[in-house]
């Protein structure tokens, strides 16, 4: 891992580029919402800081312990960026991360039987993010309804709904209907019970009872993140029905397509929107067909989730430059390895893909800080720690500044991280100059 000089160096040459540029948005849109300046970033950062061994990392994030915190597009809100506590894709989430400072929002981008554009990690994800199960009418039209726990059989219970399964108007008009905590509960007996088992990690704080977070359709969420005055990052989901499209015949490209016409319609600057997709030919066609729009088009990569396929994920890097794409986008740990120095510590470095990546000319965006749960249980981290997790697991959570570390180092030079819970990024961003 380079020395907290040799990144706070790296840092300072490149964070001209990542300032937050004015946009001249008006001072607040129809609900009162104007940009927020003065962030706040509340414990969690400092507490992580406190769980790290002793080293100059740790010493010189400590320094910057009582600075004014400000807006960064280091930092990312991942699902809004206010996920640990908020229901994700939600304007509640969206400002949780923005006041810890992120200068990027993103919406995951879906769409409904009539063909209208709507935040969803998932185009099946209704179920486990909203309360329709609870709702008569709506659960009636789901793909799979609920099927309850079946205590002889011991299968757990199951349900599928999809955005495509309704109309934006059932999404965005049905009195009652919520986004929650994603959770499910695979011994439920009742669509009631199933609403449960949140991540510990988690909260139901800000999603109790008397409070609708309500679905924002991609409209809503340009008109959110203009008022705010920051960049936009929204992800084209994979559509999980067959494309075309039912008896409208809606084509994956016209699918690509829709999305920009969202933001032309809105008249947002090309600049300030950081498109995403894992289909290669989502990214393909935004090369071909709009240029201004693809110069930041970011390729998500999850293609070498396995030990045995992150060397051809690695091989096809070369391809990917040559086509033209210019930001790739995989998670934390394909980013990331461990070695161990002759006084036998351990410490975080570059992987063979990020030096890859980084010898082609690739900028790399990386994803998602905050996600899973805690590094020294049974799940060490989960997926976005698995090749760190094993060597770092014991030292704790404090693990996330060293990786974020190498992420900004000049071996990586991560872009941006996208994060479930923006002040973390944000404090990194604000101690080594990533802002304005």
């Not at 309704?166 to 994603?182: P, V």
């Not at 936009?232 to 499209?245: A, G, H, S």
């Amino acid at each position: 891992m380079p020395s907290t000089l040799s990144t706070l160096s790296w840092l300072a040459l490149v964070a001209p580029a990542l300032a937050l540029p004015s946009h001249g948005v008006p001072g607040k849109n129809q609900t009162g919402i104007k940009p927020i300046t003065r962030i706040q970033l509340g414990p969690r950062p400092y507490w992580l800081i406190d769980q790290m061994e002793d080293s100059p990392l740790k010493t010189k994030l400590r320094s910057c312990s009582e600075k004014e915190m400000r807006p960064s597009r280091w930092s990312i809100g991942h699902r809004g960026g206010g996920t640990l506590q908020f229901p994700e894709e939600t304007e509640a989430s969206i400002l949780a991360g923005t006041r810890m400072g992120a200068g990027i929002e993103e919406c995951d981008v879906t769409f409904t039987s009539d063909r209208q554009l709507i935040c969803r990690h998932s185009q099946c994800d209704l179920h486990t993010t909203t309360n329709i199960l609870t709702i008569p009418s709506l659960a009636a039209k789901c793909t799979v309804p609920f099927t309850p726990y079946n205590a002889t059989t011991k299968q757990s219970a199951t349900a599928k709904c999809c955005t495509s399964d309704f109309t934006l108007a059932e999404l965005t008009e049905t009195k009652g209907l919520c986004s929650k905590m994603d959770s499910s509960d695979p011994q439920a007996t009742t669509p009631e019970e199933y609403q449960g088992n949140v991540p510990g990690y988690r909260t139901t704080l800000y999603s109790g009872p008397g409070t609708c977070h309500k679905l924002l359709t991609v409209k809503e969420y340009i008109a959110l993140v203009e008022a705010l005055g920051l960049d936009f990052t929204p992800e084209l989901k994979t559509p999980e029905v067959e494309m075309p499209f039912g008896s409208i015949n809606f084509t994956q490209e016209a699918f690509v397509q829709q999305l920009i016409d969202e933001f032309k319609a809105a008249k947002i600057d090309p600049k300030r929107v950081w498109l995403q997709s894992f289909l290669y030919d989502d990214v393909l066609y935004w090369l071909r067909a709009e240029p201004e729009f693809a110069k930041q088009a970011i390729l998500l990569d999850e293609s070498g989730d396995a030990p045995s396929t992150i060397s051809a994920a690695t091989a096809s890097l070369v391809k990917y430059a040559q086509d033209g794409v210019k930001i790739v986008a995989p998670p934390l740990q394909y980013l990331v390895s461990t070695v161990t120095d002759q006084d036998g510590k351990v410490k975080v470095v570059a992987s063979e893909y990020a030096k890859q990546a980084k010898k082609l000319g690739l900028k790399v965006i990386s994803w998602s800080l905050e996600r899973s749960g805690w590094l020294a249980d049974s799940t060490k981290g989960g997926y976005y720690y698995s090749t760190i997790a094993n060597a770092t697991a014991a030292r704790g959570e404090g693990v996330v500044y060293e990786l974020l570390d190498v992420l900004a180092s000049k071996e990586v030079g991560a872009i941006a991280v996208f994060s479930d819970w923006s002040a973390t990024v944000s404090y990194y961003a604000n101690c080594f100059g990533l802002f304005p």
